[in-house]
């Protein structure tokens, strides 16, 4: 049986887990810090790690995204698109008054990982812009904080499945600034990774450093994709962490490593004098809308 490390149980990152496996037998294990889920499959712990890369709303995760490139070399095996449906979650009564209706006047502190507070400002600017936020290790961390501190006005912004975890209501539901919120996860390991359904394409990550003393470089690495006709989906630049001014450039391109132009378009790119490495190939898997349940 694969052992998976994710973020606490409930947390969005747990969600979409339980999705891409779709009833696939797997022991998950959960970390409470991302740095533990990357070192847990790093350190050869478990088989695989789910990590959050990419928001609709608030772009890339970039501590995610630095872990992947400077702190670990775990081969990207998956991606998969799931929606984050946040929720307004904690003790209702206490934002209930007399007459039953909504208040949030005595809302003290919202909690919740920062990625998901972010996704929520109107929310929060509406109806309770006083409130001190609290920003913790994820969206489940949330949860359980406030349901060990009932009475005190404290509210979590989580996913029903943290709610349902830890016992707690949804005061609020789908309180996301757009309803179009979805992250783009990856599986990350050392193994490839088969699964049952039926993916939508592969696509190839890689990471490009450019030399320093040649001008015009990375329009020469983009021409090495354009006149092969491979569409490139992304293309980011991350520093490098060594020297300030230089960048690693994030690229992922819809097609797979063996195909027949990518190996040229690499090989092309590595005779420039850049560096070249190999993020991961795998296969890709959208999210149906016909399958989003309101939550």
Known sequence: MKSIAVLP??????EALLHLFDGEPVRVV????I?????STSNGVT???VIPIENTIEGSVSLHIDWLINEVNLPMQSEWIFPSIQNLIGHPLEFTDAEGSRDYSGMVKILSHPVAMAQCRLFIREHAPWAELESVGSTSEAVELVKDNPGKGWAAIGTALGAATHGLEIVDRQITDHSNNFTRFVLVGSQKLELARASSGVKTSVLVTLPEDFPGALHQVLAAFAWRKLNL????????KKKLGTYYFYIDVLEPIESVLLPGAIEEINALGCQVRILGSYPTY???DEKAEVQ
């Open 30 to 33: 959960h970390h409470k810090l």
């Open 47 to 49: 088989d695989y790690s």
């Open 233 to 240: 989906s992304r293309i980011e630049s991350r520093p490098t």
């Open 286 to 288: 959208t999210y149906e």
């Open 35 to 39: 740095s533990d889920v990357f070192l």
């Open 9 to 14: 149980q409930g947390s969005v990152s747990h």
